[in-house]
């Protein structure tokens, strides 16, 4: 008996991590249920999809309006500076896509001041809520990104104010079979130490 056991467990060890790493895709999408809210708003990153799905909840009227988030300037941004060539930032690009999908300019919103991570940005979303006295927001972030930022939120900020996570269905990833393609490969890599970094009390900073 004693034999049969430890070779089932054994057996069950590599099974085990073979499932994980299976469905870990899958695992790391998780959007919550829609609720109207103070404002929408886009996480950076992952240009134009997220700013594509704040439009579309925009014109179904869950929140009246879209709040973009500006990064700070980095070594790249300083080059094309000093090399003289033009380089929009994402918020540009965010919002170039908003005001093209219908969204009115006067809706749109720009947060101050620049974010590093998404630690920071979400601790700037978290303030203007409490500033405005709001309690929801949505927040539209890449599907694999969902479940990670939704910890960030409730180990940096707690709850209330309350976000609610929306995935961007535009963007092309397959977390079903994300060790197909390079890119799902190097989010969900990113996402899960990114994970383990938040349960370590966010350690990681961001390069200055």
């Keep these: 008996t004693t034999e049969i056991y430890t070779l089932s467990l054994h057996d069950a060890l590599p099974i085990s991590a073979f499932w994980a790493f299976r469905h870990v895709g899958r695992w790391l999408v998780a ?50 500076v000093k090399l003289g060539i033009s380089h929009p930032s994402e918020q540009d690009y965010d919002q170039k896509v908003l005001e093209r999908l219908g969204v009115p300019k006067e809706a749109i919103r720009i947060l101050e001041p620049p974010t590093t991570n998404t630690v920071s940005e979400i601790r700037l979303i978290a303030d203007e809520l409490r500033r405005q006295g709001a309690d929801k927001v949505i927040v539209v972030t890449s599907p694999l990104h ?63």
């Design 31 to 80: 959007p919550d249920a829609l609720q109207h809210a103070r404002a929408l708003v886009v996480l950076s990153g992952k240009v134009p999809y997220r700013a594509m799905e704040a439009a579309d909840l925009y014109h179904q009227g869950w929140a009246p309006e879209v709040w973009l988030l500006r990064e700070e300037t980095d070594e790249a941004d300083e080059t094309f």
């Design 146 to 208: 969902t479940r990670r930022s939704k910890l960030i939120w409730h180990l940096a900020v707690g709850d209330p104010p309350q976000a609610i996570l929306r995935l961007a269905s535009a963007e092309p990833t397959d977390p079903d079979h994300w060790w197909r393609a390079t890119g799902d490969i190097q989010d969900v890599t990113h996402e899960v130490l990114g994970l383990i970094d938040a349960h370590l009390g966010f350690v990681a900073k961001p390069r200055q």
